[in-house]
């Protein structure tokens, strides 16, 4: 039982680059999200999706964009990649979503926008 | 909105020594509450959750919170500090009037000093 999968670890993007953070769960959790981890602010939340098809913003959503085809996956796309994008990005899911339960997270990518 | 606040950014404890982070949160409805730990370079792990029932929590590695309602808090307190509790703490707050989505504190740091 993998948990939640991050691939990249390690990403350095040029300005204007776009790239794809892959995130998969193999626990069939309902509830998938996107977190950014900047030093001083915690975790603030991107996108999520309650379920396949089905996905909408959080907090600060400008410049990514997500979709989940599967109950499994849920990539984060940069469009246009910013020095402000620059961050550690969490995946994280949850077994369901219309009550509170425990948030699993993966790894984290590191990403460096020059 | 909710929000949560952790006051110290950064505690140094000495090894063996008692150690207590500190929680606020702002809400309206009923707080579910948590607090992750996160080891240099790693993801977010449960420490422990609050729903309801008894106030004073345990969790893993030896942590305990108590929620105290009249004073909005959720403090962590761990009686005996080993070298590896150094990490950084986050406490979250979810609740059904923000569809359970988590909000992050700022988090502390926590040093550990032989």
Redesign the interface.
């Known amino acids: 039982n993998a948990g939640?999968t991050q691939t990249p670890k390690f990403q350095v993007l040029k300005t204007g680059q776009s790239m794809t953070l892959q995130c998969a769960q193999d626990m069939n959790h309902e509830y998938m999200?996107w977190?950014r981890q900047d030093p001083?602010?915690?975790?603030?939340?991107i996108h999520?999706s309650v379920g396949a098809g089905i996905t909408d913003q959080?907090e600060v959503p400008n410049g990514y964009n997500v979709s989940r085809s599967t109950t499994e996956d849920f990539p984060l796309r940069l469009l246009s990649a910013a020095p402000s994008q620059t961050s550690v990005y969490?995946c994280?899911s949850s077994y369901e979503?219309?009550?509170?339960?425990?948030?699993f997270?993966?790894?984290?990518t590191r990403l460096t926008v020059v | 909105a909710q929000s949560v606040t952790q006051p110290d950014i950064h505690i140094t404890v000495s090894e063996g020594a008692s150690l207590e982070l500190r929680c606020n949160y702002s809400y309206g409805a009923t707080p579910y509450l948590f607090w992750y730990v996160q080891s240099p370079g790693q993801g977010l792990q449960l420490l422990l959750k609050y729903f309801s029932g008894d106030t004073l929590v345990q969790g893993i590695k030896g942590f305990e919170a108590e929620f105290k309602r009249s004073q909005s808090s959720f403090n962590l307190r761990k009686p005996s500090v080993h070298w590896s509790d150094a990490a950084e703490y986050f406490c979250a707050v979810a609740s059904s009037a923000n569809d359970y989505k988590l909000s992050f504190g700022a988090g502390t740091t926590v040093t550990v000093r032989a």
Request: hydrophobic share 40%; aromatic share 16%; net charge positive.
């Open positions: 939640v999200s977190y001083g602010m915690g975790l603030r939340l999520y959080g969490f994280a979503v219309r009550s509170p339960t425990e948030a997270f993966g790894q984290g």
